[in-house]
């Protein structure tokens, strides 16, 4: 015959209390920690897409830039249309009536006349970078042309002076997508000329300024 040794006694409210709270002291530890590191996580894919972003928009900006007022038949007027401190609007003759063809002597094909301004094509009440209306980059708050002449110097009346415009100096600023509760933005941004382009915010966002100095190699050849 087996003889039978359970101990019937099971664990006292005490134990069982006890034993809970050291239980919820753990998780809590390690759901602490999980949060933590998933919230730094969320912080560094925001601030990675976000650099990346900016990055792919100035580079199309620069690769445009630097065509503007490219005019191989010397007869199709291409030039700067636009010049102020948030949109620039440009043309350049790069090819003919169908695709592939040459230069033609205008500038109304396809891709000939770009404007990149600040908007919200999406809707969402966040400004993007717009190429011809269209968002290229989401989420930028700033965006500031200084142009300069074939000296460097800012030039200062360009409605008299757009075609002596040589080299533009681009700065962007991009927020993330999300805001971080756990970051507090308080800095301000400018561009190469010192001048202020966006003011503190005080808010949640990380923010990002690239700028760029961009040579229209195409201008002033006539
Ligand atoms: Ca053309
Ligand atoms: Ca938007």
């Not at 409210?13 to 999980?34: D, R, T």
């Not at 894919?45 to 650099?51: A, D, P, R």
């Amino acid at each position: 015959m087996k003889k039978r040794t359970l101990d019937n006694r099971g664990f006292t409210l005490l134990e069982i209390l006890v034993a809970m709270a050291v239980f919820g002291v753990v998780v809590g530890a390690v759901y602490s920690a999980y949060y933590t590191q998933q919230r730094s996580y969320e912080a560094q894919t925001e601030v990675s897409f976000m650099n990346q972003n900016l990055r792919a928009a100035i580079l199309l900006m620069e690769r445009e830039l630097r065509m503007a007022g490219c005019d191989p038949t010397q007869g199709a007027n291409a030039g700067f249309t636009t010049a102020s401190s948030n949109t620039v609007a440009f043309t350049m003759d790069i090819r003919g009536d169908s695709a592939g063809s040459d230069p033609d002597g205008d500038t109304s094909d396809s891709g000939e006349a770009i404007t990149y301004a600040l908007g919200d094509p999406d809707g969402d009440g966040d400004t993007d970078l717009t190429r011809n209306n269209v968002m290229i980059a989401e989420n930028i708050d700033a965006l500031d042309f200084v142009y300069l002449d074939e000296d460097g110097n800012v030039i200062t009346n360009l409605a008299s002076n757009i075609s002596s415009i040589r080299s533009i100096q681009i700065s962007l600023v991009a927020r993330t997508g999300k805001a971080d509760r756990a970051y507090v933005n308080t800095d301000s941004y400018s561009n190469q000329q010192g001048t202020t382009i966006l003011a503190a915010q005080n808010d949640n966002f990380r923010r990002r300024l690239l700028t760029a100095e961009i040579r229209c190699r195409n201008m002033g050849l006539k």
